[in-house]
């Protein structure tokens, strides 16, 4: 109840929540929200950017953006720690949040983005990737197409583009966008805050 707008006060409330710590550590890492290039949260008012965050520190605490690049890139770096992936958590959506719901758009992002760089160790979350569950998602919305396209280049790479899920994958980033690119003619942040 005290954040009604997740979406524009998480990085505050992370950061105050890390700040409390500084009598041990002299730096907080906020998971980045978006790469350096996507500059899509400094337009809309998202709550974190790699620009903002740094202002989230003080004289006796840094708060660092970490790992600024894009969801794929984030998890190819890292997929050659295997406790990451036991102990990974990315889901805001499902009811129990101890846990990834393994349902919602984050979640089905997270584990394509896995399989895209070769893990398939999918125990951090609750329900496993099906290609049923990738057909019957919402397309993704422009908040998040960047991060569909590029974990979908990444399959292609790596040679896995014909794989079922993500020819689903596919299918779903061709729904999202408009057809012959036309640009929409309602802003996608106006749906975040219902206008």
Same mark, same amino acid.
């Given at each position: 109840s005290l954040l009604p707008e997740w979406l524009t006060s998480f990085a505050g409330a992370i950061s105050a929540v890390l700040s409390l710590f500084e009598r041990r550590f002299a730096t907080g890492l906020l998971a980045a929200s978006s790469a350096y290039e996507a500059t899509h949260g400094i337009a809309t008012g998202l709550g974190s950017t790699p620009l903002i965050d740094p202002l989230l520190s003080s004289a006796n605490f840094c708060?660092?953006?970490?790992?600024?690049?894009?969801?794929?890139?984030?998890?190819?770096?890292?997929? @050659? $720690?295997? !406790?990451? %992936?036991? @102990? $990974?958590? !990315?889901? %805001?959506?499902?009811?129990?949040?101890?846990?990834?719901?393994?349902?919602?758009?984050?979640c089905l992002r997270q584990m394509l983005c896995m399989l895209a760089c070769g893990i398939t160790d999918f125990s951090a979350f609750s329900s496993p990737l099906t290609l049923a569950q990738v057909l019957a998602a919402p397309p993704p919305k422009s908040l998040t197409l960047e991060n569909w396209k590029r974990c979908y280049a990444h399959a292609v790479e790596r040679g896995l583009g014909r794989q079922e899920l993500f020819v689903a994958m596919k299918q779903l980033i061709d729904r999202a966008q408009p057809p012959g690119g036309a640009k929409t003619s309602r802003p996608w942040w106006r749906s975040l805050w219902g206008g």
């Open positions: 708060m660092a953006h970490d790992l600024a690049v894009y969801r794929v890139e984030k998890t190819a770096r890292l997929a @050659h $720690l295997p !406790v990451v %992936w036991k @102990h $990974l958590r !990315v889901c %805001w959506e499902g009811k129990d949040l101890s846990t990834n719901c393994g349902r919602c758009e984050k």
